[in-house]
T-cell receptor, first 115, second 111 residues
Framework: DGGITQSPKYLFRKEGQNVTLSCEQN?????MYWYRQDPGQGLRLIYY???????QKGDIAEGYSVSREKKESFPLTVTSAQKNPTAFYLC??????????????FGPGTRLTVT | KQEVTQIPAALSVPEGENLVLNCSFT??????LQWFRQDPGKGLTSLLL?????REQTSGRLNASLDKSSGRSTLYIAASQPGDSATYLC??????????FGEGTQLTVNP
């Protein structure tokens, strides 16, 4: 089956620890994205990557880091510098980046709780 | 900066009713607009994508319209069913790869 997988579904961490969220896609898409969703709010863009070995900051990149060493994978690290890391994290991909923008497809999400 | 607003924030209707969800955006320089469905605790499922040059798109009981000049889109759901209960999100795409989302409309269809 083609699609986007995120693991784990639920993640619990202590404050002060870094944590890495996994996102893998087998759609052969060039572009990948990370969004954060807080209760009652829309999604906000953290980072995106239009091609391997390249990525750009989104609207709320502070306290997060990413890498894009393989086309299929775009892991997100939530560092201890992120002030309010507890949230629902969604990964997405699209056939291409840039303009005109292609339709984005989303993974099932990872719920991160930091105490 | 683009802002997307969805009205109403929540909607409860009896089964079988036709309904309209609204989405407005402040900057009309968009490439496309997507409507998504999100079930509780789940990811987003793309329902319809309307290119900026299009006026509407249809999929089954769903019809989405776009009036780019006035910054508005509507999602029409015909003959609603309890299985339609979910949060519906609209998002606009501008230059590059950025999607800007509204906060969503939480729909409940009562049997």
């Amino acid at each position: 089956d083609g699609g986007i997988t995120q693991s784990p579904k639920y993640l619990f961490r202590k404050e002060g620890q870094n944590v890495t969220l996994s996102c893998e896609q087998n759609l052969n898409h060039d572009a990948m994205y990370w969004y954060r969703q807080d209760p009652g709010q829309g999604l906000r863009l953290i980072y995106y990557s239009q091609i391997v070995n390249d990525f750009q900051k989104g609207d709320i990149a502070e306290g997060y880091s990413v890498s894009r060493e393989k086309k299929e994978s775009f892991p997100l690290t939530v560092t201890s510098a992120q002030k309010n890391p507890t949230a629902f994290y969604l990964c997405a991909s699209s056939l291409r980046g840039g303009s005109p923008p292609a339709e984005q497809y989303f993974g099932p999400g990872t719920r991160l709780t930091v105490t | 900066k683009q802002e997307v607003t969805q009205i109403p924030a929540a909607l409860s209707v009896p089964e079988g009713e036709n309904l309209v969800l609204n989405c407005s955006f402040t900057d009309s320089a968009i490439y496309n607009l997507q409507w998504f469905r999100q079930d509780p605790g789940k990811g987003l499922t793309s329902l319809l994508l309307i290119q900026s040059s299009q006026r509407e798109q249809t999929s089954g009981r769903l019809n989405a319209s776009l009036d780019k000049s006035s910054g508005r889109s509507t999602l029409y759901i015909a003959a609603s069913q309890p299985g339609d209960s979910a949060t519906y999100l609209c998002a606009v795409s501008e230059s590059g790869s950025r999607l800007t989302f509204g906060e969503g409309t939480q729909l409940t269809v009562n049997p």
